[in-house]
C-alpha cells in the first residue's frame, strides 16, 4: 500500500513538472514573439554640443606615432 501512494505522488509531481515547464517555455517562445522596441540602456549620455567660443586644435598628429614594422629579432 505504501509503494503505490509513493508511486501515485511521484507520478503527481512528475507530471506537474511536465506542464510547469511547457508552461515556462510557452511564456519564452510568446515573449519572442512580441516586437517591442529595444530599450535604451540608462548610462547612455546626450550628444556632445561644442561650445563655440573654444577653437580646438590638433594636437598630436597620427603619423608620428605610427609603428613601425621591424623584423624579429633572430637569437644569438
Keep these: 500500500m505504501a ?3 509513493s508511486k501515485n505522488l511521484k507520478e503527481k509531481l512528475l507530471l ?8 515556462l517555455i510557452g511564456i519564452i517562445w510568446v515573449e519572442g514573439l ?14 556632445f554640443q ?7 586644435t590638433v594636437t598630436a598628429q597620427i603619423e608620428e606615432y605610427e609603428a613601425e614594422i621591424l623584423a624579429t629579432p633572430e637569437r644569438p
Excluded: G, K, M
Design 50 to 56: 561644442v561650445d563655440e567660443n573654444f577653437y580646438l
Design 16 to 23: 506537474l513538472f511536465l506542464v510547469v515547464s511547457i508552461l
Design 34 to 47: 512580441t516586437d517591442r522596441p529595444p530599450a535604451t540602456p540608462a548610462y547612455y549620455r546626450d550628444t
Design 3 to 5: 509503494s503505490s501512494t
